[in-house]
């Protein structure tokens, strides 16, 4: 296993965030979406102010998960009113998890789950939850096997196509 570190951003991190985050989501989803909608999607996401105004949110925390300096993924937290969904203040979202495409399968994302789950603990959450893409069939199987269980679902808009995101939660 390598020997990796877990390290909270800040605003100096924002342009590094921007590359991964691309990067990341252009390989989980641009074999499922239009390229039009996917470039959509990047420039208003994953914008410099947009990512800035995101790390500046109180309730919002941005892990790296690094090797010798390097990201190999991100972990994005809500808590409060910072959540996508009034879920309530006993929650704690993981609204991301992104794994660079050569560092998959590596324990990474286990580890922030577990990261995620310790930090709802100590904040005195009662519950974890997330939403996934419904045709996203590895990441739905990964969350299934950390006991997370499908509660509802809402619409995410990629471009101009509305798709389902199943909402998945497990109690801390």
Do not use: C
Request: glycine share 4%; charged share 20%; proline share 4%.
């Amino acid at each position: 296993m390598m020997t990796t570190q877990t390290r909270l951003l800040t605003v100096a991190d924002v342009q590094a965030l921007q590359t991964i985050s691309i990067e990341t989501f252009t390989d989980t989803f641009a074999a499922q979406n239009t390229a039009a909608n996917m470039r959509a999607y990047l420039d208003e996401a994953y914008n410099l102010p947009t990512l800035t105004a995101e790390l500046e949110t109180t309730d919002t925390r941005f892990y790296f998960v690094e090797r010798d300096h390097e990201p190999l993924g991100y972990l994005k937290l809500n808590v409060n009113e910072a959540q996508s969904e009034k879920m309530g203040p006993d929650a704690l979202e993981i609204e991301r998890i992104y794994i660079r495409p050569a560092f998959k399968h590596q324990g990474l994302g286990s580890a922030f789950i577990k990261q995620a789950i310790e930090l709802a603990k100590q904040a005195h959450k009662t519950k974890v939850w997330l939403g996934v893409w419904e045709h996203n069939e590895p990441a739905k199987a990964f969350y299934a096997k950390w006991g997370f269980q499908q509660f509802g679902a809402h619409t995410f808009t990629m471009g101009d196509d509305p798709q389902t995101d199943l909402l998945m939660s497990r109690p801390v």
